[in-house]
T-cell receptor, first 118, second 117 residues
Framework: DTAVSQTPKYLVTQMGNDKSIKCEQN?????MYWYKQDSKKFLKIMFS???????INETVPNRFSPKSPDKAHLNLHINSLELGDSAVYFC?????????????????FGPGTRLTVL | AQTVTQSQPEMSVQEAETVTLSCTYD???????LFWYKQPPSRQMILVIR??????QNATENRFSVNFQKAAKSFSLKISDSQLGDTAMYFC??????????????FGGGTRVLVKP
């Protein structure tokens, strides 16, 4: 009954490789996000999608390409990995709304994927 | 652009005591949310509490409560009756409340809380 799941949880790879991280949510949310947490624990938005449409692309290198096959999935593909890409990547989802209900717009996070580039 | 500042990198508290974490933010908008998230050593990001800016009443969730001062742009978190399981990194976060989807969270730098037995 996991709400937001990510695979893999750990990813160790060599510089120059291409890798993907998958995210799935079973909350029925329309919006999904990718955040990056660096070695100093700072969290920053990378992308957001609403119903498979890209909404936010926050000055991320072109080597990062999100893909949303349907509104329950948002994958992150990274080409030509660099040492500086080492971080924890979090997927999140939310249900946008103007009703002001207690859970609209609140983002729920996956467990994170720790990427280590050697 | 919005910014969020947490001025306390680390805090420690004895079990069963109370600790207050500070957060200030900067925005020119009037309609937004504020959140506190907890990140224990397991790395999971867990929602602790949420505050809508249009609500004057401070949010509470069991042992967690906030002091929201909109004019001062301050949003502190109080943890009462601290428990060992409260040991974690705590992040304050800001989010605009707009009709468009994809509203990003802007995070502070975090405060590491250690609860001592």
């Amino acid at each position: 009954d996991t709400a937001v799941s990510q695979t893999p949880k750990y990813l160790v790879t060599q510089m120059g490789n291409d890798k993907s991280i998958k995210c799935e949510q079973n909350l029925g949310h329309d919006t999904m996000y990718w955040y990056k947490q660096d070695s100093k624990k700072f969290l920053k938005i990378m992308f957001s999608y609403n119903n498979k449409e890209l909404i936010i692309n926050e000055t991320v290198p072109n080597r990062f390409s999100p893909k949303s096959p349907d509104k329950a999935h948002l994958n992150l593909h990274i080409n030509s990995l660099e040492l500086g890409d080492s971080a924890v990547y979090f997927c999140a989802s939310s249900q946008p709304g103007t009703s002001g209900g207690p859970r609209t717009d609140t983002q729920y996070f996956g467990p994170g994927t720790r990427l280590t580039v050697l | 652009a919005q910014t969020v500042t947490q001025s306390q990198p680390e805090m420690s508290v004895q079990e069963a005591e109370t600790v207050t974490l500070s957060c200030t933010y900067d925005t020119s908008e009037s309609n937004y949310y504020l959140f506190w998230y907890k990140q224990p050593p397991s790395r999971q990001m867990i929602l602790v509490i949420r505050q809508e800016a249009y609500k004057q009443q401070n949010a509470t969730e069991n042992r967690f409560s906030v002091n929201f001062q909109k004019a001062a742009k301050s949003f502190s978190l109080k943890i009462s009756d601290s428990q060992l399981g409260d040991t974690a990194m705590y992040f304050c976060a800001f989010q605009l409340r707009i009709k468009a989807a994809g509203n990003k969270l802007t995070f502070g730098g975090g405060t590491r809380v250690l609860v001592k037995p």
